[in-house]
Nanobody
Framework: QVQLVESGGGLVQAGGSLRLSCAAS????????MGWFRQAPGKEREFVAR????????YYADSVKGRFTISRVNAKNAVYLQMNSLKHEATAVYSC???????????????WGQGTQVTVSS
């Protein structure tokens, strides 16, 4: 089992930056692929970024590519999402998730955190 807890969300001005953290409680954290997803009010949850278990490969949604960076420090059982040049459209609840295989499909992630709110003022 994997327990995930996100933190770092908050209010930020458009164009600003924010760094989200995801703390994992797992004896085998380094075996999980990790992903970040977000869900805005009235919209479906969407994929943001993912990183393989070793941290050797990353993949981003076109909407955030070049501005967001996902990373992990397995020794700390942590995953991060550095968000730069934030846009108002990025306002949403951001959640980290763990999966057995690398994927962008929400349904394929069996473990999820509670989410952290990110609000970008225009």
């Amino acid at each position: 089992q994997v327990q995930l807890v996100e933190s770092g969300g908050g209010l930020v001005q458009a164009g600003g930056s924010l760094r989200l953290s995801c703390a994992a409680s797992s004896r085998t954290f380094n075996s999980y692929n990790m992903g970040w997803f977000r869900q805005a009010p009235g919209k479906e949850r969407e994929f943001v970024a993912r990183i393989t278990s070793s941290g050797g490969s990353t993949y981003y949604a076109d909407s955030v590519k070049g501005r967001f960076t996902i990373s992990r420090v397995n020794a700390k059982n942590a995953v991060y999402l550095q968000m730069n040049s934030l846009k108002h459209e990025a306002t949403a609840v951001y959640s980290c998730a763990a999966s057995i295989v690398p994927t962008v499909v929400p349904g394929a992630y069996p473990y999820w955190g509670q989410g952290t709110q990110v609000t970008v003022s225009s």
